[in-house]
T-cell receptor, first 114, second 112 residues
Framework: DQQVKQNSPSLSVQEGRISILNCDYT??????FLWYKKYPAEGPTFLIS?????DKNEDGRFTVFLNKSAKHLSLHIVPSQPGDSAVYFC?????????????FGKGTLLTVNP | NAGVTQTPKFQVLKTGQSMTLQCAQD?????MYWYRQDPGMGLRLIYY???????DKGEVPNGYNVSRLNKREFSLRLESAAPSQTSVYFC???????????FGQGTRLTVV
């Protein structure tokens, strides 16, 4: 039973345009959501996060939107650059005791074409 | 500042062999994790350790054991490797009550 779903395995956009990556979740107990970026042969690196009490968080070219009623979040990258080409993982978590355990989606491969 | 360091980076095992994947972090984090990444499956949690001396099962623990040797080190052991354990393994660490986890570079393991 997949609790975090990224339904698009891949996305291709032109340089300078907006990239929108989507993520859905089923567990209403999740209270923190994160996006990770992964290049081939490297570990995932943290990109941006959002608490469930917010509906938007922005960091430079990256903005994450959260729609709790729809259990949906999205990552917007504007403008997209070729260096953004990577696999993007959505992750969700709730605090259990003093510890977070992240549940990841399957990832979306973003290709930004020059 | 090394962050999370995993060794080895690559390993080929024969079915039935055993090995230990090593992980160390220098960020003084209490929580450490082992994930595996398989094509089309995302990252799945194998085991985690909330603090030194404690370990708990994650989503896919079968066939693995872990040891939290001290606050810095968290090892993953395959006692009898199987082809189904061919995967890329990632170690991660985080502060308590903080969701953001930092990942190592990964260990690519092939079991033949």
């Amino acid at each position: 039973d997949q609790q975090v779903k990224q339904n698009s395995p891949s996305l291709s956009v032109q340089e300078g345009r907006i990239s929108i990556l989507n993520c859905d979740y089923t567990n209403s107990m999740f209270d923190y959501f994160l996006w990770y970026k992964k290049y081939p042969a490297e570990g995932p690196t943290f990109l941006i996060s959002i608490s469930s009490i917010k509906d938007k968080n922005e960091d430079g070219r990256f903005t994450v939107f959260l729609n709790k009623s729809a259990k949906h979040l999205s990552l917007h990258i504007v403008p997209s650059q070729p260096g953004d080409s990577a696999v993007y993982f959505c992750a969700a978590s709730g605090l259990s005791g003093s510890n977070y355990k992240l549940t990841f989606g399957k990832g979306t491969l973003l290709t930004v074409n020059p | 500042n090394a962050g999370v360091t995993q060794t080895p980076k690559f390993q080929v095992l024969k079915t039935g062999q055993s090995m230990t994947l090593q992980c160390a972090q220098d960020m003084n984090h209490n929580s450490m994790y082992w994930y595996r990444q398989d094509p089309g499956m995302g990252l799945r949690l194998i085991y985690y350790s909330a603090s030194e001396g404690t370990t708990d099962k994650g989503e896919v623990p079968n066939g693995y054991n872990v040891s939290r040797l001290n606050k810095r080190e968290f090892s993953l052991r395959l006692e009898s490797a199987a082809p189904s354990q061919t995967s890329v393994y990632f170690c991660a660490s985080s502060e308590q009550e903080v969701a953001e986890a930092f990942f190592g570079q990964g260990t690519r393991l092939t079991v033949v």
